[in-house]
């Protein structure tokens, strides 16, 4: 008898015009958005490539690979290099790009691909996060007073099903549908997207799988939502209140978050950061010059190493600030993370970075990889240097500029060979976390939407139980 | 009979609870955009006012006349509050040898950690959400009526097809219209209360095509709502080709432009104009690098009492200060003549190519317009930015406006003199130069020792070069009229007009074979 329920509801919905056209958009929406992502895919392998070639160039002209000249500008470059994770999302809300100097950590961040940015970009988190919720809700927001209308409800009452599994039916069906229309195309569209840019590979097919299969409780959300709604008795109404609880989710929310987090946590203007660096520098200078006087102050005395060490530490002061810049832009960005994590859209992407690796989540692993990077190519170059008898092996930011003053005594502050490890500047493998622990983190993400669903559950089983069916 | 009608139309609209809703949802919308727009604009003002007070500070401690660099600072555009339009810093340096093809910032409020994808703005609000809430609102017009028997009768009534089908698509029109007006209206009032001291005739002329472009997007979806609504029989079947409709005219298309169609059409033409640009940089730093004589290379004049770099770097002229033997004048001087007649040309052509790839989105965007005409979306985003004035042609056009600025200051130098002599570069006054280096060191027996102690004392005591500032033109806002306005929107509009007049057509021979039974 279940079965025969549950094939019924199937089939009425499969004939459904609303879902056949559904399923066409989406497989349209899929095909598209595979063809725009490869094209995205190509143009940020590009610069990843550009990048990539600019360091190899480097390496190649025997000058900036100096390990003097290495002390100035920020040479070392930790990327995250285009994968095809861009099918899913573009993640360019966060960047991907740090170039940092080797002295000290003073990053700056950037992204690939920021010369196209849009209102929205079609791939797989604007089908399966934004659209296919909204699809579920118009799918489902007639399930339950479709059959009032039509009065198979009381005859199914009448038959003896009990309200309980009628509901469940209809949840399996809607279900199983959303498994229909988003399974074959989402599959489509990924070897069109491997075949289209040559980047197949077995781990990120799991991977979008597995998205797939994450998808499910969000869309079960919506349809829980819809079939509550679609229990109210002007159904009409209730489209535009589908319409409206979809909007606040993926507009309303984010929007929201992000005016609130930027009140609540200001940032300075970049002019009173440069400010405080000035002043960071200037005071250690200032105590510098008065214990040391001339030594400091002039460019002439840098056997001693005292100038150097006054520079290091001038320098050391001044990127300590830079840390409080990033630190007031870390806490803001969080700030809007909690606020626009009510949103299940939101959530939903914060989980693909988890999987993908990038966006925030990366961010972080991406800046620990460039302060340990930075740490490594500093103890090599100070041991390649205690090998140069020609250096006073003074490592600082100023050696490069002060070599002239040495340069009438065949002495260098610094060595001048060539860097040994140059590989070491362009880092394009961040290791991440161990899987069990993203399997937590991405629990602990759906945890919500699990909790939201069963809300959602009980509140529509008691409505059902209650509900007038005549 | 046909007033009753329309007033029956709009007092059912009115009562509907799904309309109810629908004006409550937009006007949270509407709200809630301009609420996040103003906040961005006052954050621009506050910025824009700090930049001023930054460039007035440099331009009052010129030394010399190599830092006469002022900026282009544009004012940012109160209404941009509605359309954000193409999106660029608001700053150019205006340097005497540099090419300008892009934008800067000064005094931004940025977070270097998150690098928000969109910001919305009502123009957004309006192609997207409003579009779809008239769907909404007309997609059961016809049908519905037809549906619970209404239809049938009033046709027995003697009332003409014309005249239903006209009062429903005014009845959708004049309601819709309303909904968007009065907030409309009230946001601009709004505005003009706060900023009261920002408004200029741009503002009130941005207002008002906009307000008149908006009706007539209006116009054309109610149009489509009703012409929907007379597509199927079941209010639920038109629901769906509706949203099916905004899915295309929303998504699909403007999405398979800018990724499928565009790049096919305009990839390579960006390429050989990119390629171009490089042509010509390439050449700009072999000018100063590989092909500098040695009577006028700076790097082989004595450099130990520059006070700053040579003014040349891997990157291009850098900033300095001059002050020295006679050599070292001398060779600045021929440097100068050199970076005019060489580096300067070359500058300028590699800004000509670069205009190029504009030029080639420019008529990428432009050819979209044309090619979907029938499309109101796309359409919309196109003329609302040149009814802003934020257009990727209005940034063409700040830049060309700098470019003009740096050609008449450096033309200034050129005529005055000061471009190449000891003063574009001058740190103390003339009569402190130190002579012929030669003599210099005759004069200490070679002693390079001494020659620097002389130096230095001489550094010490001696007096700042005092320049005449020379006055120069500085930057304006452009302000467009009326009389120029008309020919940025006369092809769109009339487009647009068009495809609301062929669907009205198509609309009203539909209706006349109406199935009403």
């Not at chain 2, 700053?308 to 002229?317: C, M, T, V």
């Not at chain 2, 009389?483 to 068009?498: Q, T, Y």
Request: with cysteine; aromatic share 14%; hydrophobic share 45%.
């Amino acid at each position: 008898m279940n079965q025969i329920i549950l094939m019924k509801d199937i089939r009425l919905m499969l004939k459904d015009l609303k879902f056949q056209i559904f399923f066409l958009i989406l497989v349209a929406l899929f095909i598209l958005s595979a063809i725009s992502s490869a094209v995205t895919y190509q143009n940020l392998s590009e610069e990843f490539q550009t990048d990539l070639n600019r360091h190899n160039e480097r390496v190649a002209d025997g000058e900036s690979m100096q390990m003097i000249r290495m002390l100035q500008g920020n040479l070392l470059q930790v990327v995250s290099r285009p994968s095809p994770a861009v099918l899913f999302s573009s993640y360019q809300t966060y960047p991907d790009k740090i170039s940092v100097g080797i002295l000290f950590y003073t990053p700056y961040f950037d992204n690939y691909g920021t010369s196209t940015r849009e209102v929205f970009r079609l791939n797989w988190y604007f089908i399966l996060g934004i659209l296919s919720g909204f699809f579920m809700l118009i799918l489902s927001f007639e399930a339950i007073s479709h059959e009032k209308r039509a009065g198979t409800l009381r005859l199914m009452s009448v038959y003896g099903f009990k309200r309980q599994m009628i509901l469940w039916h209809k949840y399996i069906s809607y279900m199983l549908l959303y498994l229909i229309i988003i399974v074959p195309p989402a599959l489509v569209s990924l070897l069109l997207f491997f075949a289209m840019t040559g980047t197949w590979s077995m781990v990120f097919m799991w991977k979008f799988l597995l998205i797939l299969l994450i998808s499910v409780p969000f869309a079960s959300f919506f349809v829980w939502l819809g079939t509550l709604i679609s229990m109210v008795k002007n159904y009409r109404n209730a489209i535009v209140m589908v319409v409206f609880i979809w909007l606040f989710f993926v507009i309303i929310v984010p929007q929201s978050a992000n005016i609130i987090a930027k009140q609540l946590s200001p940032l300075k203007t970049s002019i009173e950061y440069n400010e405080m660096w000035r002043q960071a520098y200037l005071e250690e200078y200032q105590i510098w010059g008065d214990e040391y006087g001339m030594q400091v102050h002039s460019n002439g005395a840098l056997h001693d190493g005292i100038r150097a060490r006054a520079f290091h530490a001038c320098d050391e002061k001044a990127a300590l600030t830079k840390l409080i810049e990033i630190d007031d832009s870390d806490r803001q960005t969080r700030m809007i993370q909690n606020i626009s994590a009510i949103s299940p859209f939101v959530q939903f992407e914060k989980i693909s970075e988890v999987i993908f690796d990038k966006g925030y989540y990366l961010l972080n692993f991406q800046q620990e990889t460039a302060k340990r990077s930075i740490n490594q190519i500093t103890n090599l170059m100070i041991e390649q240097d205690s090998r140069d008898e020609t250096s006073l092996h003074l490592f600082y930011g100023h050696a490069n500029s002060d070599r002239y003053v040495l340069s009438e005594l065949g002495q260098i502050p610094f060595s001048e060979q060539l860097f040994e490890h140059p590989e070491l500047l362009f880092v394009s493998e961040i290791e991440t976390e161990d899987s069990w622990t993203k399997a937590m983190r991405i629990l602990l993400r759906l945890l919500p939407i699990l909790i939201l669903n069963l809300v959602l559950i009980v509140v529509s089983v008691v409505r059902f139980e209650k509900l007038d069916i005549r | 009979m046909f007033t009753k009608l329309l007033n029956h139309e709009i007092l059912n609209l009115l009562k509907s609870r799904r309309v109810y809703l629908t004006v409550i949802m937009f006007l949270l919308l509407f709200t809630t955009v301009f609420v996040v727009r103003v906040l961005d604009y006052q954050k621009q003002v506050n910025q824009y006012i700090e930049d001023v007070k930054v460039n007035d500070e440099a331009m009052a401690n010129i030394e010399n006349y190599s830092h006469i660099t002022p900026r282009a600072i544009q004012e940012p555009i109160l209404f941009s509050i509605y359309n954000e339009g193409y999106r660029i810093q608001r700053v150019i340096n205006i340097k005497f040898y540099e090419a300008i093809i892009e934008t800067t910032s000064i005094n931004a409020e940025r977070n270097m950690l998150f690098f928000p994808d969109t910001e919305l703005d009502i123009t957004f609000l309006i192609t997207f959400f409003l579009s779809l809430f008239i769907l909404l609102i007309s997609y059961d017009s016809v049908n519905g009526e037809k549906q619970v028997g209404t239809l049938r009768l009033l046709m027995t009534y003697p009332l003409k097809r014309q005249s239903f089908i006209l009062k429903k698509m005014l009845g959708v029109f004049i309601f819709v219209a309303f909904v968007f007006t009065m907030p409309y209206f009230l946001s601009i009032i709004s505005l003009m209360v706060i900023y009261a001291n920002l408004l200029t005739i741009n503002f009130f002329i941005s207002a008002f095509f906009y307000w008149f472009l908006t009706i007539f997007f209006i116009l054309f979806f109610s149009l489509l709502g009703i012409f929907l609504s007379t597509c199927s029989k079941s209010p639920n079947q038109s629901l769906v080709y509706a949203i099916l409709t905004w899915m295309v005219l929303c998504i699909i298309i403007p999405i398979s432009w800018d990724y499928i169609i565009s790049p096919s059409l305009s990839n390579e033409r960006i390429h050989q104009a990119t390629q171009n640009y490089h042509t010509y940089t390439t050449q700009a730093k072999r000018a100063i690098e590989h092909d500098l004589p040695d009577d006028a290379n700076l790097r082989l004049v004595p450099m130990g009492i520059w006070t700053s770099s040579a003014g040349i770097e891997n990157d291009g002229i850098h900033e300095m200060s001059l002050w020295g033997y006679d050599e070292t004048y001398e060779q600045s001087s021929r440097f100068q003549s050199h970076l005019y007649e060489n580096y300067y040309p070359l500058i300028r052509a590699s800004e000509q190519a670069y205009d190029d790839v504009y030029r080639v989105r420019i008529n990428t965007e432009n050819m979209m317009n044309r090619v979907f005409f029938f499309n109101p979306i796309v359409i919309f985003h196109n003329l609302s930015m040149k009814i802003a004035g934020n257009s990727r042609v209005d940034h063409l056009v700040f830049l060309h406006t700098a470019r003009e600025l740096r050609d008449d200051l450096v033309n200034l130098g050129a005529t005055e003199g000061w471009l190449f002599d000891y003063r574009f570069y001058a740190h103390f006054k003339e009569e402190y130069n130190l002579g012929s280096r030669e003599e210099m060191l005759a004069r200490f027996d070679g002693d390079r020792e001494l020659v620097w102690e002389y130096v230095n004392d001489i550094e010490e005591n001696a007096e700042m070069y005092e320049m005449e500032v020379p006055v120069f033109r500085k930057y304006e806002q452009p302000h467009f009229t009326l009389a120029m306005m008309i020919p940025r929107i006369f092809e769109s509009m009339v487009l647009f007009v068009g495809s609301i007049v062929g669907l009205w057509v198509v609309i009203w021979w539909r209706f006349l074979g109406y199935d009403v039974r």
